[in-house]
């Protein structure tokens, strides 16, 4: 009798955390994806000539930070849209090389600041609490020296497999897998 109700005991135990599984999968199946926001972010040529303000985040789809910080930059974006630009640049791309190398973009995620006339004047690197971020848009917004700037957080490792062409006859990036 007793292994009976310890079997059963085993078995809804079981069950409560097949299904606290199951539902945690599908909780992250909704979460707010790096793809999603880098689809409807402002594209970089418009945000440097449209007179406002800008964010501009450098991120890979494998970096835990910015994936870790994706739900609370979605829900700033979703509050500061109509006032600023968010621009997002995966740094997988080599398109984006240039920028990597203008702001110098050694670890990720890496944000820049840039005033309404698209001159950079701040950038913080890794991960930043949604309260950090918010209190140096709304800095920015005011034209006033951002707060929390030189914070550094956590970061993922970034190395690029694009090397520059130094033949300066040739003006392209080439892969090294190439």
């Given at each position: 009798?007793l ?15 097949g299904?606290?599984l199951f539902?945690?999968?599908q909780?992250q ?8 926001q ?6 970089l040529t418009l945000?440097?000539?449209n ?8 991120y890979?789809d ?7 910080m ?6 700033i ?12 640049l995966n740094v997988d ?7 990597v ?8 995620p ?7 006339e ?8 890794g991960?930043q ?15 006033n ?29 080439q892969?090294q897998?190439?």
């Amino acid at each position: 009798m007793l292994n009976s109700i310890r079997n059963l005991v085993v078995a809804l135990v079981a069950i409560v955390l097949g299904i606290a599984l199951f539902l945690g999968i599908q909780s992250q199946g909704s979460a707010v994806s790096l793809e999603s926001q880098a689809k409807a972010s402002t594209p970089l040529t418009l945000a440097l000539n449209n007179q406002k303000p800008s964010l501009v985040e450098f991120y890979a789809d494998w970096c835990s930070s910015c994936q870790a910080m994706a739900a609370d930059l979605a829900e700033i974006k979703a509050e500061y849209h109509d006032s600023m630009n968010f621009v997002m640049l995966n740094v997988d791309n080599s398109q984006w090389l240039p920028e990597v190398l203008r702001y110098r973009v050694d670890g990720i995620p890496h944000f820049v600041f840039l005033n309404s006339e698209g001159k950079a004047i701040a950038q913080s690197i890794g991960e930043q609490p949604k309260p950090i971020i918010k209190a140096n848009l709304d800095a920015l917004l005011a034209n006033n020296s951002l707060p929390y700037a030189a914070k550094t957080g956590k970061t993922s490792d970034f190395t690029t497999s694009l090397k520059v062409n130094n033949d300066p006859r040739s003006h392209s990036v080439q892969s090294q897998r190439s």
